[in-house]
């Protein structure tokens, strides 16, 4: 596998994950009741900040000659935790719903050190891309494990 295929795979298995996060918020967006509108309006945000990095890493893999993966992570490689926590969601609890998404926010995480750790050969420019994504989860992250906390202290 050349340097450049390498680095393709590496951005696409990124792709996948963020498609997991759409998938996962818009889950649990819809087994979330009318009450839940704050929760609801926060996952959108978060979907609409994983659709951004799936633009960002598309064209990154376009400028290296790749094609963009579509679908979720049930055809990649790096992790499947978001697929797990779909099937989740029949739990019309907030609580719940924080504590699968903060695991899939982890397992978001986990997928960008591996990245990170991989052989993939990065230009600072692409390094520096994926660093700010995955800044960007992180927050998104600790703004959920703040929310579960809040919940599990309120129950």
Sequence with gaps: MTHSEELISTLNDLVLIN????????????????????LKM???????NSRDHIRVLGDMIMSLGGK????????????????????????????????SCESGEDAALKAY?????????????????????RVSIKGDHNQIKKLRD??????
């Design 150 to 155: 809040l919940h599990q202290n309120l129950a």
């Design 42 to 48: 926060l996952f959108a945000k978060m979907i609409s």
């Design 113 to 133: 050190d591996m990245a990170f750790a991989s052989d993939a050969e990065m230009s600072v420019d692409v390094r520096q891309t994926l660093m700010d994504q």
């Design 68 to 99: 963009v993966e579509d679908g979720t992570t049930t055809s990649g490689k790096i992790f499947r935790s978001w697929m797990s926590i779909k099937s989740v969601f029949t739990v019309n609890d907030r609580t719940s719903a924080l504590e």
């Design 19 to 38: 498609n997991d996060r759409v998938e996962g918020y818009q889950n649990a967006m819809e087994s979330l009741e009318v009450q839940d509108s704050d």
